[in-house]
T-cell receptor
């Protein structure tokens, strides 16, 4: 597998429990946020996104919460499964300026314990 | 099948020898982007393209070039690779700049 996850913070969760992965973003003007999942040896895969006019968005088993006051983003995974084991990245974008630069967090490794 | 295809998947080269990593998407996406991924640093954007003939620098553009002559292709060019460009590279595309991205499988580049 790839070595990009060597220095990542790790969250270990029992199978069936809920997981919460946190992310602090850097730019108060960012208005679009995405969570990606990266499995070993693969490219990042979209999970869920949220725009700055919302503070919560739900998908299938996942929920993203956005707190603009403290520039904080979280990803909640319900009933965590072994297939959820991966590295999770948040990304921010400031699209209103007309530019589309993305800034990614350094990632969190999620380990699901059987 | 909708996908982003990068080639090659693995490449070992020597310092100074020009190389190109190709990226192609079949989803008619306007926005394409290149990232490098290094341990402890996450993904960093190298260049992006809003549409054909429109490219812009990301956070780490030094030592790289790109072109966007056609909508589907966005090659990454290293004119004179150096060892500090040893990294895992990802190409991504999205419908627009503010929508979710689809990533390729990655290109592991080693410059010796």
């Amino acid at each position: 597998g790839e070595s990009v996850g060597l220095h990542l913070p790790t969250l270990s969760v029992q199978e069936g429990d809920n997981s919460i992965i946190n992310c602090a973003y850097s730019n108060s003007a960012s208005d679009y946020f995405i969570w990606y999942k990266q499995e070993s040896g693969k490219g990042p895969q979209f999970i869920i996104d949220i725009r700055s006019n919302m503070d919560k968005r739900q998908g299938q088993r996942v929920t993203v919460l956005l707190n603009k006051t403290v520039k904080h983003l979280s990803l909640q995974i319900a009933a965590t499964q072994p297939g959820d084991s991966a590295v999770y990245f948040c990304a921010e974008n400031m699209s209103t300026s007309g530019t589309y630069k993305y800034i990614f967090g350094t990632g969190t490794r999620l380990k699901v314990l059987a | 099948e909708a996908q982003v295809t990068q080639n090659p998947r693995y490449l070992i080269t020597v310092t100074g020898k020009k190389l190109t990593v190709t990226c192609s998407q079949n989803m008619n996406h306007e926005y394409m982007s290149w990232y490098r991924q290094d341990p402890g640093l996450g993904l960093r954007q190298i260049y992006y393209s809003m549409n054909v003939e429109v490219t812009d620098k990301g956070d780490v553009p030094e030592g790289y070039k790109v072109s966007r002559k056609e909508k589907r292709n966005f090659p990454l060019i290293l004119e004179s690779p150096s060892p500090n460009q040893t990294s895992l590279y990802f190409c991504a595309s999205s419908r627009t700049g503010g929508t979710e991205a689809f990533f390729g499988q990655g290109t592991r580049l080693t410059v010796v």
